[in-house]
């Protein structure tokens, strides 16, 4: 007699359920994972506008008129203010204030609002759908509200 070698149709839909687990648990960890890496691009472009926007008023002793081509607070990105994944914006430039802004941009980031001025103050001033508020003043990096 023959003697036939294989699998069995259990033991392929056990180890197909196995791996479909693993997949369910996997997948939206490592899509936070993802987003998390993203953020950075708005974090540390709003750190490197507070050190340009600080030499600008060295350099001035006002904030009117930071954030424009030629100066030394130029918008990062190309076109100006344009990031892989955040629109980086100036608003409130007078004598002694400012306010920079990172705006999340994509279905992942959308509605991820950051902002940095000239007391240091990080704050965020609004999460996407899903996302919990952070409690204090600071930059969300986490879905759960962590920062």
Not at 22 to 42: F, H, T
């Amino acid at each position: 007699m023959q003697r036939h070698s294989g699998f069995t149709l259990i033991e392929v839909m056990v180890t197909i359920a196995i791996v479909a687990i693993l997949a369910a648990v996997a997948l939206p960890a490592y899509n936070n994972y993802l987003i998390r890496g993203k953020v950075v691009e708005a974090t540390s472009n709003l750190l490197q506008m507070r050190t340009k926007m600080e030499q600008f008023w060295q350099d001035n002793r006002t904030y009117v008129g930071a954030c424009a081509a030629g100066t030394v607070a130029p918008l990062p990105g190309s076109p100006a203010g344009t990031l892989k994944y955040f629109r980086v914006s100036c608003s409130n430039l007078t004598l002694n204030s400012y306010t920079v802004r990172a705006d999340g941009q994509g279905n992942d980031l959308a509605g991820l609002s950051y902002t940095i001025d000239q007391a240091n103050a990080r704050l965020t001033l609004s999460v996407p759908s899903g996302w919990n508020m952070p409690t204090g003043n600071c930059w969300i990096v986490k879905k759960n509200g962590d920062c």
